[in-house]
């Protein structure tokens, strides 16, 4: 076996280009969970006390197939994280002298300029999101029902809130992530197929995060109203 050739095959993937590709893959992937878990998480809004969602929690707790995928979208963040903070990292050490003069304003959108901020948000979130529900059913055996943690966690106001400007910040991340992916994986290869990923773009990252953010608001208004 030519030991070498693999090498510097695999040696690929840490130039500047090998990364972005990863990072457009994993982030497809990742997309890709967003819709499915979407998918899920909205039975917690069919008012038959919490039993289509309990059902749904349980099958992904328990499934095989499921748990192997759990482990890939595990190492798809870490790596899609990764990725991200070697992009910021070398931004920080190549920047140019006299920054204050650039004004990335003039050509750069809100979604490009936000996605450092929005990607610490959206980590931090990760993070707090499966501390309180993976963390605490699937390791610490909580006494509780998924639909009871959510519907604990959703009624109170900061969490809630917390949830929902995590989404905004995610809207904004996918913004730019949906169609730099296809741009990098040179899948946009001519101005129409350019006009229809950036509207795909633009409806996936309004659509999927609005999804999300209606969950916590529709527990915290039944307790005001």
Not at 191 to 200: G, H, L, Q, T
Request: hydrophobic share 50%; charged share 15%.
């Amino acid at each position: 076996m030519d030991t070498t050739a693999n090498t510097a095959g695999l040696g690929w993937l840490h130039t500047s280009v090998g990364r972005k590709v990863v990072m457009a893959v994993t982030g497809i992937f990742l997309m890709s969970f967003l819709v499915v878990h979407l998918a899920g998480n909205l039975l917690l809004l069919r008012g038959d006390g919490g039993a289509a969602f309990n059902a749904y929690a349980d099958f992904m707790s328990t499934n095989p197939l499921i748990r192997v995928l759990e482990v890939l979208l595990f190492v798809g963040f870490v790596v899609h994280i990764y990725q991200g903070l070697y992009f910021i990292s070398k931004e920080r050490r190549f920047r140019p002298k006299g920054y204050t003069l650039h004004r990335p304003q003039d050509n750069t959108t809100i979604f490009s300029r936000t996605m450092r901020i929005s990607a610490i948000v959206i980590l931090v979130f990760l993070l707090v999101h499966l501390r309180h529900f993976f963390v605490e059913h699937r390791i610490l055996g909580a006494s509780l029902t998924m639909y009871e943690s959510c519907k604990l966690a959703f009624e109170n106001p900061f969490y809630s809130a917390f949830y929902v400007l995590s989404m905004i910040l995610l809207a904004f991340h996918l913004a730019h992530g949906f169609h730099s992916s296809f741009q990098t994986l040179g899948l946009i290869v001519n101005r129409r197929i350019d006009r229809v990923v950036r509207w795909a773009g633009t409806a996936f990252a309004f659509l999927v995060p609005l999804g999300f953010a209606v969950i916590p608001l529709y527990f915290l208004f039944q307790t005001l109203y």
